[in-house]
């Protein structure tokens, strides 16, 4: 064998044996069933800092993919977290993966939900004497539950990760604007009624997947919170990060939020889309990055949010 491919096929076993090593499946109990996840702690004695990594909107896991892709990013971030000195924590939101079985009826579920969750994850890594500190970083839609927990579990850091700076009624608006107009016409009303927190009785029944009278609490639930505001109360240093060919949030997004916060750091990554992976702004080019696993995490990204953790 090739010295080169020996040397390399060595390095790649034995990095494989330690991150083994390294993981631990961790659980905790709710009302309506068990969450799972996976804390990753490097090796040696005393103390580390731990990132909770919050995965963003849809039926997303542990390791940011679902039944339509596979990229591995969050599990990127661990491991990249891993090689510098940092624990981590990522877990299956109720209703996904492991945690399935924690999944309460749709009517029944809640935006605070998920922040209760993410506030008990954070407990119990605040209560375990290997760490030292408690970063909490949200993706996407879990950049907004990760600064609602991390203001509530006073954590020592928080990183937004792709979030966006509008609330999620003018974010919907956005989405359909481009449908024809006689679809706005029903729907524009529709999102106003549920921001002033009333439900709508009569549905057309083609917009149902959005609307339907289950989801309607939830939305209600979500609707009330703006990003810009809740990261303004947060009292602990802040990494926003963005890229620059994120085709679901903007730049503008992190420009919002850092407004509404001046004192945070500000990170935009050339060419980083919305599954942090190198990426043109060409839709299609772009998408095909949402389903490859051996696409590296951008590069840059890591060396700056370990920067922020380390140094700041």
């Not at 339907?212 to 802040?238: G, H, M, T």
């Not at 050339?270 to 051996?294: C, F, Q």
């Amino acid at each position: 064998m090739n010295t080169r491919l020996l040397l390399f096929s060595l390095i790649f076993f034995t990095s494989t044996i330690l991150l083994a090593q390294a993981e631990e499946e961790i659980e905790i109990k709710t009302e309506t069933g068990t969450l799972n996840g996976t804390l990753i702690v490097p090796e040696g004695q005393g103390e580390f800092p731990v990132v909770l990594i919050i995965a963003g909107s849809g039926p997303t896991d542990r390791n940011g993919n679902n039944a339509m892709m596979t990229n591995n990013s969050l599990k990127m971030l661990a491991e990249g977290f891993l090689e510098n000195g940092i624990a981590s924590l990522r877990f299956d939101k109720r209703g996904i993966g492991a945690s399935a079985s924690a999944m309460t009826a749709e009517k029944d579920l809640r935006f605070e939900t998920y922040i209760e969750d993410a506030q008990a994850w954070s407990t119990q890594l605040k209560n375990d004497p290997r760490f030292d500190e408690l970063v909490i970083l949200g993706h996407s839609e879990g950049s907004l539950i990760g600064m609602i927990a991390a203001n509530g579990v006073k954590a020592d850091k928080f990183i937004s990760l792709a979030g966006v700076g509008r609330p999620a009624a003018d974010i919907l608006r956005e989405q359909l604007s481009p449908q024809p107009p006689a679809v706005t016409a029903m729907t524009d009303p529709i999102i106003t009624t549920l921001e002033q927190g009333q439900t709508v009785d009569s549905i057309n029944p083609m917009l149902n997947s959005l609307f339907r009278p289950s989801v309607q609490p939830y939305l209600i639930s979500w609707f009330k919170y703006n990003p810009a505001e809740e990261i303004a109360k947060l009292d602990c240093p802040v990494l926003v990060l963005q890229g620059t060919t994120d085709i679901q949030v903007k730049v503008k997004d992190a420009e919002m939020l850092v407004s509404a916060k001046p004192e945070a750091k500000k990170v935009i990554i050339d060419g980083m889309n919305h599954v942090l992976k190198e990426a043109p702004m060409d839709r299609m080019e772009n998408i095909e990055s949402y389903n490859n696993p051996t696409l590296p995490l951008m590069s840059g990204l890591i060396e700056a949010i370990v920067s922020f953790i380390m140094v700041e």
